[in-house]
């Protein structure tokens, strides 16, 4: 499992926020904070679901979803991707292999890097 912390601009609705990103291989899917979806609106679920962590006997509570387009290292993602809102994500957003993989981004010495430039998405 590698990580690395960047900074990211989530787009929505026509508004523009940067988020302190974790890059994280451990993670399937992607994930934003209960507070940054408020500042930018999500759509809560009636009820929350939990999702296990990598801790045995641990869940994260998933509240909402949110669908927005994301800017990494100055490229904007080709697609929108829906984002699951955590209550209590100790980091704004959360990028897991669901996204990683899609448009080839990988770690390097601590950096994001693209197989591929412009980043596009493949299907396999």
Do not use: Q
Not at 12 to 20: F, H, N, P, S, W
Not at 43 to 63: D, M, Q, R, S, W
Request: glycine share 8%; hydrophobic share 40%; no cysteine.
């Amino acid at each position: 499992m590698v990580k690395v912390e960047k900074k990211i601009k989530v787009y929505k609705d026509g508004r523009v926020e940067e988020a302190k990103t974790l890059f994280d291989t451990g993670s399937r899917g992607s994930y934003i904070s209960k507070i940054f979806a408020e500042k930018i609106g999500y759509e809560p679920l009636k009820e929350p679901k939990e999702i296990p962590l990598a801790v045995k006997g641990k869940y994260a509570k998933l509240i909402g979803w949110v669908v927005v387009d994301l800017e990494v290292e100055g490229y904007v993602l080709p697609e929108k991707e829906v984002l699951g809102v955590i209550d209590g994500l100790l980091t704004d957003v959360i990028i897991g292999l669901n996204i990683m993989e899609k448009y080839g981004v990988y770690i390097e010495d601590d950096e994001i890097k693209f197989k591929h430039i412009p980043p596009t998405s493949m299907i396999i």
